[in-house]
């Protein structure tokens, strides 16, 4: 398995308070993006990173944030955290062009159960 | 964004063939055909992926026709174990070197395949 870690793995929170997750790779692969996936949803992109310190927007990039300070760290960052954002949050891993499959294959991290009352 | 479109839910008996089919009628020039399997509690996992025509590996087939506007994941002999959800993918192949083209690829809502005994 890809070496993903994802920290919290669980998290509770009250709304309006800021919430930070993060996503710890070892592939030294250069994209990393956060997903978030709801109850009988598929998995919506939110914020994806093609280095360190370039980053870009996805889907559903409203209310959240992202940094990445190194190449092995990918923080998201709910600065106001609403009952909208309960949620699973899934980070991905890709090597992009450097392998034959390109961005498309992505390897997932254990994902982050985070509820906001 | 290329949107897809899978049926919900899929019913199957051990040792059958499986097909899922995906719809991708504004897929563009570029985009790659990608298939991803996730069970509960974890992260998708790369299944795989296919531009034209027919790819096989070890695990299952995909069919894309001349007009790529669908593809459809064959999985041969199903068990119990391959219960689970099967997204479709479409986004920028591995030549696409444009940095931005790794947000560009969108998962559709799933194939929930349940197999039954």
């Known amino acids: 398995d890809a070496g993903i870690t994802q920290s919290p793995r669980h998290k509770v929170t009250e709304t309006g308070t800021p919430v930070t997750l993060r996503c710890h790779q070892t592939?030294?692969?250069?994209?990393m993006y956060w997903y978030r996936q709801d109850p009988g949803h598929g998995l919506r992109l939110i914020h994806y990173s093609y280095g360190v310190k370039d980053t870009d927007k996805g889907e559903v990039s409203d209310g959240y944030s992202v940094s990445r300070s190194k190449t092995e760290d990918f923080l998201l960052t709910l600065e106001s955290a609403t009952s909208s954002q309960t949620s699973v949050y899934f980070c991905?891993?890709?090597?992009?062009?450097?392998?034959?499959?390109?961005?498309?294959?992505?390897?997932f991290g254990p994902g982050t159960r985070l509820t906001v009352l | 964004l290329a949107k897809t479109t899978q049926p919900i839910s899929m019913d199957s008996y051990e040792g059958q063939e499986v097909n899922i089919t995906c719809s991708h009628n504004n897929i563009a020039t570029n985009d790659y055909i990608t298939w991803y399997q996730q069970f509960p509690s974890q992260g998708p996992r790369f299944i795989i992926q296919g531009y034209k025509t027919k790819v096989t590996n070890e695990v299952a087939s995909l069919f894309i026709p001349a007009d790529r506007k669908s593809s459809t994941l064959s999985l041969p002999r199903v068990s119990l174990s391959d219960t689970a959800v099967y997204y479709c993918l479409v986004g920028p192949g591995p030549e696409q070197r444009r940095r931005a083209n790794a947000g560009k690829s969108t998962f559709g809502d799933g194939t929930t395949l349940t197999v039954k005994p």
């Open positions: 592939e030294n692969h250069r994209y």
């Open positions: 991905a891993i890709s090597a992009g062009t450097g392998r034959a499959q390109g961005y498309n294959e992505q390897f």
